[in-house]
């Protein structure tokens, strides 16, 4: 098991920047891909920007050039630096990660953190 916890979100001037975290909690297991997801109002949970333990990312077209993923190994954390925000990136964003040395980068494993509010404020 991992416990996910997420930090960061906020409310934001369409244009502005914010910097979310996820520290990884866990016992045993290494963790192999990490990454972001986010859920709007009404709508399905999406795929924002994943990575692996050695640094190999996906990521969704609509950030692309916006968002950067990046991740500190050695204290199982991730980070994601939006810039350029958006009113339609206002949503919550959940951690998502992989246990063991397997995992995917386009699909989430069922290990998720609480979520943390982002709005963008046009």
């Known amino acids: 098991q991992v416990r996910l916890v997420e930090s960061g979100g906020g409310l934001v001037q369409a244009g502005g920047s914010l910097r979310l975290s996820c520290a990884a909690f866990k016992t045993l297991f290494s963790i192999n891909v990490m990454g972001w997801y986010r859920q709007a109002p009404g709508k399905q949970r999406e795929l924002v920007e994943t990575?692996?333990?050695?640094?190999?990312?996906n990521y969704a077209d609509s950030v692309k050039g916006r968002f950067t993923i990046s991740r500190d190994n050695a204290e199982d954390t991730i980070y994601l630096q939006m810039n350029s925000l958006k009113p339609e990136d206002t949503a919550v964003y959940f951690c998502?990660?992989?246990?063991?040395?397997?995992?995917?980068?386009?699909?989430?494993?069922?290990?998720w953190g609480q979520g943390t509010q982002v709005t963008v404020s046009s």
């Open positions: 998502n990660a992989w246990l063991g040395n397997s995992g995917h980068l386009d699909r989430p494993s069922p290990s």
């Open positions: 990575i692996t333990y050695g640094g190999t990312t």
